[in-house]
């Protein structure tokens, strides 16, 4: 008897530690550069939790020792892609990147938080920023560029709203800037009408997709090519979280793909 309650408890430890193995925390600091010193990164962590737990946007500061003569936008770009900035879901990562040679900033959105600050707000950000690191205060230019990052994007609701476009036309209230789940049956092929292109006000690209009911809805997006929208729609990525921009008629942006169960 005493065998088999050892061999139980020995198991339930077992199946436990299996399960908590799928487990990992999230990182919010890559320092290779020591920009920060351990006091201020325990404190930058500590906000950037409290940011991730209060809202749900994951913020990520990471610094490279050089730029090893690329662009900064470009070096950043790449970390961003290698750590894995989500399709799935909302896509509400954001970094600040450092270079520590070069002492250069960028910041990089996924393509949900994007929206909420765009590269007027990006730009305004990193020159408050510069303006604490011309006076060495780095932790301090830090601190307040994930701030503004922040402020940004809690003035925006992150809760779904409405899932379907007929839910949406059924509730006579202003949907302008909330959430919806689209569900796109299809692409619209009338390329030479100019159903898909550029927009420039928002700098973004745009393609026309039908819902259910066969209405068309103007999809705006950024992070991908309009061969690839069209590929990943046809594939099977029909549902697409999305920010209603106007309702009549609807013109929303891509904020990320629904995760096929």
Request: hydrophobic share 40%; glycine share 6%.
């Amino acid at each position: 008897m005493k065998k088999l309650i050892i061999l139980f408890i020995c198991l339930f430890v077992t199946v436990l530690t299996c399960l908590g193995q799928g487990k990992t925390d999230p990182q919010y600091i890559y320092d290779q550069a020591n920009i920060l010193n351990p006091s201020e990164q325990k404190k930058l962590k500590n906000i950037l939790e409290e940011y991730h737990h209060g809202l749900g946007i994951h913020l990520i500061f990471y610094t490279a020792e050089s730029l090893e003569e690329k662009k900064v936008k470009a070096y950043s770009q790449q970390i961003a892609q290698e750590l894995g900035f989500r399709d799935m879901g909302m896509n509400l990562e954001g970094m600040i990147f450092m270079s520590g040679q070069e002492r250069q900033v960028s910041i990089e959105c996924g393509s949900g938080l994007e929206w909420t600050v765009p590269d007027v707000f990006i730009r305004e950000i990193k020159q408050e920023m510069v303006d604490f690191f011309r006076r060495d205060s780095f932790y301090n230019g830090i601190i307040l560029g994930f701030k503004r990052i922040y402020d940004y994007a809690s003035k925006a609701s992150w809760d779904v709203d409405y899932y379907s476009t007929q839910k949406l036309k059924e509730e006579f209230v202003n949907g302008i800037n909330r959430i919806m789940i689209l569900e796109c049956t299809a692409v619209s092929k009338r390329i030479k009408d100019g159903m898909v292109g550029m927009d420039q006000i928002s700098n973004s690209y745009f393609i026309y997709v039908k819902d259910p009911q066969n209405k068309l809805v103007k999809l705006h997006f950024t992070k991908y090519s309009i061969p690839q929208i069209e590929q990943l729609i046809a594939q099977g990525q029909t549902k697409i979280y999305a920010r209603i921009a106007k309702t009549t008629p609807l013109d929303v942006d891509f904020l990320g793909f629904v995760e096929v169960q």
